[in-house]
């Protein structure tokens, strides 16, 4: 029974003792969610804040907050795309005076055009080729990896090959 209220009283302490460390830690570190005493945290919050930058910042970055360049840079794409919209388009003369016609004796002759239709077609081997491949996606899809899929892969190939050889000029 002694043993047990040694043993409780010595985790006792050690935990204080871990508590106590944290706080210390907690102090010279600083806190995101506690408030900061006025008195014991000033002096170590000073020293973990970064410290200034070394030269002045460029002309136009000094002072300004984030969202104020968000909302140029908005304004800027607004009436770019404004005038976008507003200005004539370089491909299209906006008032263009009209040519001056002339009148010359001038005879059509129609043209004639012939409609020529090509015809595709496709070699018996490519349609085979195409089909064994449908039938392997198919399997594996479903993984079916048995000797049907074997034979069907040797097939494609030979009719693959074929293919090639009909449709090369």
Request: charged fraction near 25%; include cysteine; proline fraction near 9%.
């Amino acid at each position: 029974m002694a043993t047990d209220r040694d043993e409780q009283r010595r985790q006792q302490r050690e935990l204080e003792e871990i508590r106590r460390s944290f706080a210390e830690m907690g102090a010279r570190m600083g806190s995101l969610f506690d408030p900061a005493d006025s008195d014991e945290q000033e002096a170590p919050r000073q020293s973990a804040q970064p410290a200034a930058p070394a030269g002045p910042l460029p002309l136009g970055l000094q002072g300004r907050p984030r969202w104020w360049w968000a909302a140029a840079l908005a304004l800027l794409f607004i009436a770019g795309t404004a005038f976008g919209w507003i200005l004539p388009k370089g491909g299209e003369p906006e008032a263009a005076p009209p040519a001056p016609q002339t009148t010359t004796a001038t005879t059509a002759v129609p043209r004639t055009t012939v409609a020529t239709r090509t015809v595709v077609s496709v070699p018996e081997q490519c349609l085979e080729a195409a089909e064994l491949a449908d039938e392997i996606i198919s399997a594996l899809t479903r993984n079916e990896r048995d000797n049907s899929l074997a034979l069907n892969l040797r097939d494609y190939s030979v009719a693959n090959q074929a293919c090639r050889e009909e449709a090369s000029p």
